[in-house]
């Protein structure tokens, strides 16, 4: 059974339980807290932080690795295309939520999720919300028409999708204008798997929320 350490929020864990919901794999769920240091996070993580996959004898604290790990193991392909050229491109689009994404979100996210509305600093979310739309940009050149197509979430898909979750539960949707990539969004959040691993709540704000 695999064990699977999380902060239900954290969008490097919902990319990890997207994927364990799309290739339908058993696991045990603990749930940490904002802050928590969990003492079996602190023994198997030198970050000290979620996510931790732990499957028998092999511990793993690294989202990415997780992500290739539970594609070689369990889904013959399904996270990751053959060939070295096209996993190359699912590898980068999943480096690229992971590096840009993530720090042109963090700002706003910090904003929101720490001060009540009427204490936020309105030219540093909207400076957080310039650098989201030029992300967006960027990926609307990217984006895969295969995507989708496959039955299963890629890792770049799960990551990006998580991504974009966060991005919208705070109140910065995907921009209608970005056609395929606000199209993408709508079609993953149709998916089972998408209500099935949405987080259960987000600092400062419920389920299914977003902020004004």
Not at 16 to 39: C, F, I, M, N, S
Not at 109 to 138: G, H, T
Request: hydrophobic share 40%; glycine share 6%; charged share 25%.
């Amino acid at each position: 059974m695999i064990t699977f350490y999380q902060r239900t929020d954290c969008p490097f864990c919902w990319k990890v339980r997207l994927a364990l919901v799309e290739l339908r794999l058993d696991y045990e769920v603990v749930d940490t807290q904002l802050g928590e240091k969990h003492p079996d996070v602190l023994r198997l993580s030198p970050t000290g932080t979620v996510p931790v996959l732990v499957d028998g004898d092999v511990a793993i604290w690294e989202s990415g690795v997780m992500l290739d790990y539970l594609d070689q193991r369990y889904a013959q392909g399904a996270l990751l295309p053959p060939g070295p050229d096209l996993q190359a491109g699912v590898r980068l689009i999943h480096a690229y939520s992971d590096k840009c994404i993530g720090p042109a979100l963090r700002e706003l996210v910090f904003e929101k999720r720490s001060k009540p509305c009427d204490e936020w600093d309105q030219e540093l979310i909207s400076r957080s919300e310039e650098a989201w739309r030029a992300c967006q940009a960027y990926l609307e050149t990217k984006l895969d028409q295969q995507w989708l197509n496959s039955g299963t979430l890629s890792a770049a898909e799960c990551a990006l999708a998580a991504r974009c979750g966060v991005a919208e539960a705070y109140g910065a949707d995907v921009d209608v204008q970005y056609t395929a990539l606000h199209s993408w969004f709508q079609a993953v959040k149709l998916r089972p798997s998408w209500a099935f691993a949405y987080p259960e709540s987000f600092p400062g704000i419920g389920r299914g929320q977003t902020t004004i």
